[in-house]
């Protein structure tokens, strides 16, 4: 396919599961090298999504192309050419290391000598070199998710499908695969990934799509979602138990919006020390203040009235 069409394209996409629709009649495209988000709370239609685009569940209705081709015709072709990190690891836990990526590369027909050089690179690389004779069972959850990771590019795809690569994983460990998928977009690798971290999709995606009851709510890179749709600051206010129903009204000019949620109270403002200066002055008493940026979670609120993670 020319280097100038997307790798990617949807239009009209759907998929139903009798009577219940996971995506609604989406559209999106991809672009080659370009890492794309799917961010959404569990349910929005993310991974049924990426399923169709791993040509492993049937499109109901619409058009999809991946890699140029039509996933109802030219599956295998499309498998061939991916690398698929599900959200579940499924790894084999009665092999080693090493072994779990030879196992896996003989399902492209790879010879075993090249799939050994390539099992070390791709070892190195993920840093798990030193526990390639290792077996799987007793390694961490970071550990086992970074040699997921290594297994899905042993056929070398153009294009990785990542379905909540980080779900589970400690901060320092998220950061590490964070590093990893980084410098695979270096390389060129096209990523597709799915989460419902709003920092995970800030820190990888040059794109992103907001999916919420299987509809694409908004698009745009990560900058441009939270200008359009949120302020630059937010900030956030904890009040007694029972006391988020405490009149705002007082804050008025200094607030774009104010969100109440069950823990505590959100004002949106570009002058964040303008709105607590009137909060003080109004004899409002949190228990809590603080300032922070606005994020993508902020956006979602603003656009599906509530949380990411509910």
Known sequence: MPADEPLITARGLTKRF???TAVDRVDFEIGRGESFGFLGPNGAGKSSTMRMIAAVSPVTSGTLRVLGLDPARHG???RARLGVVPQEDSLDTELTVEENLIVYGRYFDLP??????RAAELLAFVQLTERAGDQVEPL???MKRR???ARALVNEPELLLLDEPTTGLDPQARHLVWDRLYRLKQRGTTLVLTTHYMDEAEQLCDRLVVMDGGRIVAEGTPADLIREHSTREVLELRFPAGGNDVDLAMIDGFAARVERLPDRVLVYTDDS???LARVGTAGLMPEA???RRSTLEDVFLRLTGRQLVD
């Not at 075993?112 to 050089?117: A, D």
């Open 18 to 20: 009798g009577s219940f």
């Open 76 to 78: 295998p072709q499309i």
């Open 112 to 117: 075993r000598p090249l799939l050994r050089r």
């Open 140 to 142: 961490s959850g970071g």
């Open 147 to 149: 040699l997921t990771i």
């Open 273 to 275: 020390d303008a709105a």
């Open 289 to 291: 203040t603080l300032t």
